[in-house]
């Protein structure tokens, strides 16, 4: 069992940037697949950013080039660098755990951290 504590959600200016963490604890495997969504009011919940168990990164288009993720695997803590945010931006970030692969689904959820952008 994987637990999942996000922390740095914040009211941003739009062009801002802003650091998310995710706490992971509960010993998590070495081959978890990490990936944080988002989710703006009234809208589906959306793939941001995945990191494979090899380092491998993937991002949705909107964010390609403006989010980076990342993992520090001593700290047991996931990161997203959000730069040059905009107001579409504005969501409930979730940082999320799977088992060995992102692919098909994933098992444990973080409770979410909001960040709202202001211009």
């Known amino acids: 069992q994987v637990q999942l504590v996000e922390s740095g959600g914040d009211s941003v200016q739009a062009g801002g940037s802003l650091r998310l963490s995710c706490a992971a604890s509960g010993s998590p495997a070495r081959d978890f697949c990490m990936a944080w969504f988002r989710q703006a009011p009234g809208k589906e919940r959306e793939g941001v950013a995945t990191?494979?168990?090899?380092?491998?990164?993937s991002y949705a288009d909107s964010v390609k080039g403006r989010f980076t993720i990342s993992e520090d695997n001593a700290k047991n803590t996931l990161y997203l660098q959000m730069n040059s945010l905009k107001p579409e931006d504005a969501a409930m970030y979730y940082c999320a755990a799977a088992r060995y692969s992102c692919l098909f689904g994933m098992d444990y959820w973080g409770k979410g951290a909001l960040v709202t952008i202001s211009s």
């Open positions: 990191i494979d168990s090899d380092g491998s990164t």
